[in-house]
């Protein structure tokens, strides 16, 4: 086979706050030959998510990635060679393929995925991928939402907040979506039709909560954590629910988090707080996919892009999911589709 | 009618800390005439739990007690006098009786009960009322152990902890017990069957969690939130279960509580936290007591009690439950049994 050179981010250090450019180093280097059953896979978009601050920072739902591999991601390619008839040359793939040009392996935790007539191949790392599963479990799985409950959503503009807040519309639920800026506070009532939209860098999220929650809170679905789990605490109905998704607030704090202060509200109002991964889901996927997508081809879930282009990039791309910046799925495009 | 003199408590200030005696202000006064459809109860045994100290503070899952109202308390009674057929003369009842000697309602919250052939009447402050109802559903309907699973409870000498941990050891469990001092731990070990506990007034609990659940927290039962919640959340395994009882370390605290650091492992082990309040179970209360009084019949769920003598002295004793003085069920006997 041609020689290929792979070109790859590797980990160089556990981040402290934000990533930095210095916690990955750049390499370039040949493919080694591939050996009986391997695939070698083209990476062309790689997906970038909070949890990736997750991975790199400490054993958690999965081991930390260790301090010179491959930094770990999730990302959408196609085969460019192959030893393992599971997996012919052509075939789309989504697995962790890593921050890198290539990979190389065994089939092993590779999915087939099928371009899908007038839709993007993207829509595999959004309402397709661990995104739509995310919110779609997290959300009915997890959250179990009631028409005319209230469902408030943070991070309401980012891939998996944007996403349940629709399902809770389509699910006959008041949406109330906490998001940073008035552009995506505008863009989730506007484009998402969301009830209302909470600006938590210029509202007080507590008052905020009072005035579009009249009646309380059924279900807070948390991607933060921190303060703004503390006022939805405040606010939340008995037996309300809280998926806890996320938190993001604290991946990157650099002193110990304190834990919610309402905790103690647990009790009185007999509040179910529930954890949950994705990865857990997988199984179950065919349960949400169809749906999932006949959503979308109905125009009910919309979402966003925001495609950062060259692999080159991924170092300063994914800082942006802790500083705010981006909006809609955040995505680098490693390679061109074929 | 003959003339009652009440004797009665009212409460005079919201607590800070601790109670203190000038907290309530003892009252010597007639009993009005019964008036249609009214019953007057003699109280007999007067119920004292952590949960006084939520309802003389603030409001919660019930209001607080207003200041100048009667403290209120769950109490075990005898009619005495009655215009209501529904409890005639000599009945036993049980209900929010009142930190009081004399209660006088239309019947309304009053739950008729049977004497034993062979248990006191006590049995209803204990196994077979709020205490007892508390610990089994609690365990079995929200905290869902299963055989062969490590269950930890906190306050385990206490009057709900030593019921859950038998429970769980008649589930299956390995049942490790939190509790303050030698002399509670012996006894639960000892005379309860737990299989292991931890002082946590001599030994660090984290320490001692992981030698005694070599194979991590399955069910974790919290009547005390703070510092022990938090080691006990680091332990929790994947899919674990914390049943929110209660937080009675945090009850007295002077300063707001800044709640369990350890919250984010709620995501990364797909914890599920519920909180869960008795009054709720009472309708389904046939589910359990009679289970309840067959355990207690066969000698598998142990008890002991902690009786005052007279009502005079329910603000002291009341104390006794923040200051890890007391063992088993706290009551004060008002007066004596017919």
């Not at 999915?111 to 997290?138: D, K, N, R, S």
């Not at 006949?294 to 802790?322: C, M, N, S």
Request: hydrophobic content about 45%; some cysteine; charged content about 20%.
């Amino acid at each position: 086979m041609a020689e290929y050179i792979n070109r790859l981010w590797r980990l160089a250090a556990r981040p402290v706050g934000n990533f930095k450019d210095t916690d990955f180093t750049w390499h370039e280097e040949p493919v080694p030959a591939l050996t009986a059953g391997q695939v070698l896979v083209r990476n062309i978009y790689l997906s970038l998510d909070p949890t990736n601050r997750i991975w790199a920072a400490q054993d958690s739902y999965l081991p930390a990635v260790r301090l010179g591999d491959v930094m770990r991601g999730v990302a959408i390619g196609v085969v460019e060679a192959s030893h393992n008839e599971a997996f012919p040359v052509g075939t789309f793939v989504q697995g962790l393929l890593g921050w890198q040009l290539y990979h190389v392996g065994d089939g092993q935790g590779l999915t087939p995925i099928q371009t899908i007539p007038g839709q993007p191949l993207l829509l595999y790392h959004g309402v397709l991928g661990a995104i739509g599963l995310t919110a779609y479990f997290g959300l009915l799985d997890v959250g179990r939402p009631k028409a005319g409950e209230t469902l408030v959503v943070s991070a309401a503009a980012g891939a998996v907040g944007s996403l349940v807040g629709q399902i809770g519309k389509i699910q006959g639920c008041r949406v109330v979506g906490i998001a940073g800026g008035p552009e995506k506070c505008r863009w989730i009532v506007d484009a998402l039709g969301f009830d209302a939209a909470i600006d938590y860098k210029h509202e007080d999220v507590g008052l905020a909560l009072a005035r579009h929650c009249p009646t309380g809170i059924d279900v807070y679905f948390d991607n933060v954590g921190g303060a703004i789990l503390d006022a939805a605490l405040a606010r939340m109905n008995n037996f309300g629910r809280v998926v806890a998704c996320g938190a993001i607030s604290q991946y990157t704090a650099e002193r110990p988090p304190t834990g919610p202060a309402n905790f103690l509200l647990v009790v009185s109002k007999r509040l179910r707080i529930e954890g949950f991964i994705v990865l857990d889901y997988l199984p179950r996927a065919q349960e949400a996919l169809p749906q999932l997508l006949r959503w979308v081809t109905e125009g009910r879930l919309k979402y966003r892009l925001d495609v950062i282009e060259g692999l080159e990039h991924a170092p300063q791309a994914v800082r942006k999911l802790f500083d705010g910046s981006n909006l809609g799925k955040l995505v680098v495009k490693v390679s061109e589709e074929p």
